[in-house]
Nanobody
Framework: QVQLVESGGGLVQPGGSLRLSCAASGFTFSSYSMSWYRQAPGKERELVGYISSVEGDTNLANSVKGRFTISRDNAKNTVYLQMNNLKREDTAVYYC??????????WGKGTLVTVSS
């Protein structure tokens, strides 16, 4: 059974920090690229960050570059999204995605991040 379980979401004040985790099981985690997406109500889902399976190369959306960091720990089958200097516009449901050569993908159910004072 393939599972991607996000955690770490919650309420945080603007300027604060939060770390999201996505624990994977049921597939060979180290072989998959991992991504974080987010979707706010009434808005399209957008790619936040990406990390490759082998080299660990990362890519971040311009809107979060310099504030967010994506990383992975293959020994723990977990991908992380460290979010610093959070802004109100970061409020969204954050989803974890696993992908294999663009042909296979798995999605988590999401975790809500609310940035508000």
């Amino acid at each position: 059974q393939v599972q991607l379980v996000e955690s770490g979401g919650g309420l945080v004040q603007p300027g604060g920090s939060l770390r999201l985790s996505c624990a994977a099981s049921g597939f060979t985690f180290s072989s998959y690229s991992m991504s974080w997406y987010r979707q706010a109500p009434g808005k399209e889902r957008e790619l936040v960050g990406y990390i490759s399976s082998v080299e660990g190369d990362t890519n971040l959306a311009n809107s979060v570059k310099g504030r967010f960091t994506i990383s992975r720990d293959n020994a723990k089958n977990t991908v992380y999204l460290q979010m610093n200097n959070l802004k109100r516009e970061d409020t969204a449901v954050y989803y974890c995605r696993a992908g294999l050569l663009g042909g296979i993908e798995y999605w988590g159910k999401g975790t809500l991040v609310t940035v508000s004072s």
